[in-house]
């Protein structure tokens, strides 16, 4: 099988968030099982390729090609998609120069895939491109292309103006194809031009197919159902393991779960925090924005921070910036606000924290609470999206703390709740040591994913052949 595998952020070359830990697992997945797969990204300021030409840089590792689309005055830049002051405003530019040009490497380099795979918004565009430029072209023949939707919320939409820069006839400028309330959408290009589609949970793609989670596409996905499917996103353990992470004080397994608080203690110091192995620490990572459940987290800080510790890690709207600043201000001994991503702190929340908080108001799958397992740090979530078909709550023999009505009240009984059973230790003891044996590999999804190429592949010979039936007839 041969995957061209294009991404706009890829573990450990760029990251923003998940969607560069998926881009990064799951073409070595792919790779195991007998894929052959070349992965095209930008090549963004920091990139430092083992081979470098004049339009793409390339690595290789582990049996996996990297190549990185050069272009100096788009992509050397020190943010991936825009600055504090918002996106940049030639981010149509930018992607459409990259997904074109993933075209011209591939017949450069002389690999025609079964299978090209994208993305979310930025790489939807390759998927137009094969299906409108490239339809004729014999090296793409037997290519067809399939869009993963990380986060629906970010769709790609763009001034009508601009839709010259995209190359595509402006016959595609309607409600049927591009057109989205009198602007571009590529993310709603990419669904109706693939020839498959799939989310990061089998219950992400239940949700986006109504309107209260569709983000205005939910009547396109619907139309599309027959061809959309859900396939849960997984860890990769040669990054989040406990037992060999360098990166945390010391390592620890669900055998010797008691180095889990030597963490703990040395995190609280380094925090500046009380150390104190029976204060209920809790911590998220995340972009802080009301997506990832901030709104009703920081309403509720004021009643966490009077009887335990927070630690909160990332970065997102100036507006929760403020803040949390005042919280922390206010609650320096039982407050650490961190206001940047640091590879360091993240994994030392997942070590060192007892209850890992992930109250998202809606969570396409989510790889937080399956790598706080696996660190033995106790997820706290609301009931949305990949949440609910990775944690179920304790009282129903399960590995976490779920609540259902999105209120800081109901935040507020679900954390009380788990620091009641904190306190018996026995219990609490239990409770981890049966979580950090948790089993959410890229092994049993890399299958999955072959199995949706496959079935892919499958379909396209068979609508060829009634094409060809229907003309012959």
């Keep these: 099988m041969r995957v061209a595998f294009c991404s706009s952020e890829v573990f450990p070359f760029a990251k923003t968030g998940g969607l560069a830990d998926v881009s990064g697992a799951l073409p070595y997945a792919l790779s195991k099982k007998g894929c052959e797969v070349k992965v095209f990204m930008p090549f ?38 825009g600055d504090s002051c918002g996106d940049y405003p030639d981010n149509l530019q930018r992607f459409s120069f990259f997904n074109k040009k993933i075209f011209k490497l591939l017949k450069k380099i002389n690999f025609s895939p079964q299978i090209i795979h994208s993305n979310d918004w930025q790489t939807a565009l390759a998927n137009i491109y094969l299906k409108l430029l490239y339809k004729n072209d014999k090296f793409f023949k037997n290519t067809k292309c399939i869009l993963t939707i990380h986060n629906l919320a970010y769709q790609g939409i763009f001034e009508r103006e601009e839709f010259g820069s995209l190359g595509v006839p402006w016959d595609y400028f309607n409600m049927r194809h591009l057109e989205f309330y009198g602007k571009i959408n590529l993310l709603k290009g990419g669904i109706i031009f693939s020839d498959m589609v799939n989310t990061v949970s089998p219950a992400y793609v239940k949700e986006i197919q109504t ?25 990769d353990y040669s990054v989040w393991n406990p037992q060999i992470d360098k990166l945390i004080y010391k390592n620890y397994s669900h055998r010797t779960i008691e180095d889990k608080y ?37 309403r509720a800080l004021d009643h966490f921070l009077k009887k335990y510790q927070v630690v909160i890690l990332g970065m997102g709207d100036e507006k929760y910036h403020r803040i949390l600043k005042k919280k922390a201000n206010k609650f320096k001994k039982s407050f650490s606000l961190n206001l940047k991503f640091d590879e360091a702190i993240a994994h030392r929340v997942y070590a060192s924290c007892d209850c890992f908080l992930m109250p998202s108001r809606f969570e396409p799958c989510g790889l937080s609470q399956m790598i706080s397992y696996k660190y033995a740090t106790v997820p706290l979530v609301y009931h949305t999206g990949g949440l609910v078909d ?10 976490g703390f779920v609540f259902s009505n999105y209120t800081s009240a109901d935040l507020i009984s679900a954390l009380n709740r788990a620091n009641q059973i904190f306190t018996e230790k026995k219990k609490w003891l239990k409770i981890i040591k049966k979580i950090a044996r948790y089993n959410f590999s890229w092994e049993a999804a890399a299958a999955k994913y072959i199995e949706m190429y496959n079935k892919t592949i499958k379909e396209g010979k068979s609508q060829n052949s009634k094409c060809k039936s229907a003309i012959q007839n």
């Design 44 to 81: 963004y300021k920091g990139i430092n390729p083992q081979k470098n030409y004049s339009e793409y840089g390339f690595t290789k590792q582990a049996g996996v090609e990297f190549f990185f689309i050069r272009n100096d005055e788009y992509f050397m830049r020190d943010y991936l998609y």
């Design 211 to 235: 309107p209260d989670y569709g983000c205005g596409l939910d009547g396109v996905l619907r139309e599309k159902r027959k061809y959309l499917c859900g396939i849960l996103n997984a860890i």
């Design 262 to 298: 030597v963490n703990k203690r040395m995190f609280q110091k380094e925090l500046g925090l009380k150390v104190d192995k029976n204060i209920f620490l809790l911590g998220t990572v995340s972009r802080l924005v009301e997506q990832k459940g901030i709104d009703i987290l920081s």
């Design 390 to 399: 990775t944690v179920v709550d304790i009282s129903q023999k399960g590995g």
